[in-house]
């Protein structure tokens, strides 16, 4: 049985097994560090909560700087692992983006740092937080993003490997000295922001080590690894593209944070920053089915392989459907109830519940677009992204500063869910006529269409047929038992999914059977 373990965490594992992994090990994350994050803002107060947001949307801004490293380190990793000839290649292309990755990273850190002053004071604003605890906050961050800054690069080597079983289980176990720890140290050691941050920065530090141990451990054997410049020019092009679309990536989806908390107090910030973090619990399922699916589909181009890239897309993009659209709709439908149980807090869900149903809607619809944007890279398209995005850019812009200033928090929501919805009728069309040129309608209508429809309508329907509560018991069996629902419509909506679960019970039947009676056969004997 030791073996079988060791084999699952150490060697290359499939896409159904990358799947299941990161899904169980993300969902289970997701769920410790949300049960978390009332204490956080009990102990903390929403300002501290919003100094929270504001390490969030600093790291976002620093992964700008990523250079497309990681989503590099993926495709090269994916497409040449399996050649053995090819394998001190690897250890010296892994070196070389290692050195500028850690170059990077001190760069941010210190200019985070020296720009703390600033930050504290013209950016920032806030009547529970001194000057003086904003600045040391600050300087703490940067410290906090250059310990976790290079974490992508090394999760995105073992992600090529397809090492995924292995990355899933310790980002698990990391999640939960990450929340659980910070809960010890606010209930046991000190109730403030500072110490909440100190835990933050030693823990980071623990796991980037072991995530950086862990996959030079797994590449394929041979002489220590060099730096090489020169490795950087077979990479530059798709490395490149990929951080023009980050940057203008950046733009569409962080900007709301930037515009509100420069537009907003601090108070108010941390309610966005709330209905944020619900809408992002959504990007778990997106990047679980990304990760599991981009090296396959890397491979699948590389073998111009069309009948397997378009079997392993509408599967993927069903399953994606299923585990976002059932989610997000539950939650935005019965957002101020869901809100309620899991603070406890009317104030807060009243405060955050219109800002969150929005959020919620239009992340959905965003991480629907991960598939057609795996399927681009996967040929080494990156271009589309990049000009679509860009074009989005000055238009976004003025709306999130007019909307804002008018509606606040709910204003910038309502921008985002325009954005992620237009991308059905510009991007998305666009890349069918490209790659995967007779599958637009299917994609549409069979794997996004029905399931969206049948979930809406279930929803719809639950949310005029129950009434409201005034207890969390009661709100949170109303939120659990439309979110059954809801993912039953969810199920019967995705036939492919469907086919897959039966084969896997098949299989599992079949491997049962097969032990029993080997169990038997030396029984007998």
Not at 50 to 72: F, H, Q, R
Not at 223 to 252: H, N, P
Request: positive net charge; charged residues 10%.
């Amino acid at each position: 049985m030791w073996l079988s373990v060791k084999a699952l965490l150490l060697g290359q594992t499939s896409v159904r097994l990358n799947l299941s992994a990161n899904l169980v090990s993300k969902i289970l994350a997701a769920l410790v560090s949300l049960a978390c994050v009332p204490i956080y803002i009990r102990i903390l107060g929403a300002a501290g909560y919003g100094v929270i947001g504001i390490w969030a949307t600093l790291e976002t801004l620093a992964k700008l700087l990523d250079m497309g490293l990681s989503p590099t380190m993926t495709r090269e990793l994916a497409a040449t692992a399996r050649r053995t000839e090819e394998a001190q290649l690897i250890r010296d292309l892994v070196r070389t983006i290692e050195v500028f990755y850690w170059t990077f990273g001190l760069l941010i850190g210190a200019t985070i740092m020296l720009c703390a002053p600033l930050i504290a004071t013209r950016w920032l604003r806030s009547s529970q937080l001194s000057s003086g605890e904003l600045l040391t906050s600050v300087q703490l961050i940067g410290i906090l993003i250059l310990c976790r800054w290079p974490l992508s690069f090394y999760s995105s080597g073992l992600n090529g490997l397809e090492r995924q079983v292995l990355l899933s289980w310790m980002d698990f176990v990391f999640a939960l000295l990450r929340s659980f720890g910070a809960v010890v140290v606010l209930v046991f050691i000190s109730p403030t922001i500072l110490a909440f941050l100190g835990w933050q920065i030693a823990i980071n530090i623990l796991n980037t080590g072991i995530i950086a141990a862990s996959l030079w451990w797994s590449l394929p054997a041979g002489r220590a690894s060099r730096f090489r410049a020169k490795l950087l020019i077979r990479v530059w092009r798709f490395a490149g593209g990929v951080t023009a679309i980050a940057l203008v990536s950046m733009l569409l989806t962080d900007l709301d944070k930037l515009v509100v908390s420069g537009l907003v107090s601090l108070e108010d910030f941390g309610y966005y920053t709330l209905a944020s973090r619900m809408a992002g619990t959504l990007y778990l399922a997106a990047s679980s089915v990304f990760a599991a699916v981009y090296p396959a589909l890397v491979r699948f181009a590389t073998e111009q392989n069309e009948a397997k890239f378009a079997e392993l897309y509408h599967l993927a993009a069903q399953m994606l459907s299923l585990l976002v659209f059932p989610a997000a709709i539950t939650a935005a439908v019965f957002a101020r109830p869901l809100i309620f149980a899991w603070t406890g807090n009317e104030h807060i869900a009243d405060n955050t519940a219109p800002i969150a149903a929005l959020l919620i809607i239009g992340t959905a619809f965003h991480c629907t677009g991960f598939l057609p944007y795996a399927a681009q890279l996967g040929h080494g398209w990156t271009s589309l992204a990049f000009w679509t995005n860009l074009s989005y850019v000055p238009v976004t812009t003025v709306l999130l500063i007019v909307f804002t200033r008018r509606f606040g928090g709910e204003g910038a929501a309502a921008v985002w869910l325009l954005i992620t919805t237009s991308y059905y009728a510009t991007q998305i069309p666009l890349m069918h006529r490209r790659i995967l040129r007779y599958h637009a309608r299917r994609w549409y209508i069979n794997d996004i269409g029905i399931p969206l429809v049948a979930c809406s309508l279930t929803a719809g329907l639950l949310a005029a047929a129950i009434g409201p509560t005034t207890t969390r018991i009661g709100a949170a069996l109303t939120v659990g038992l439309a979110g059954l629902l809801v993912g039953t419509a969810g199920l019967l909506a995705t036939p492919l999914v469907r086919k897959e679960l039966h084969d896997l019970w098949i299989q599992y039947h079949a491997r049962t059977i097969k032990i029993r009676s080997q169990a038997r056969e030396r029984s007998g004997s």
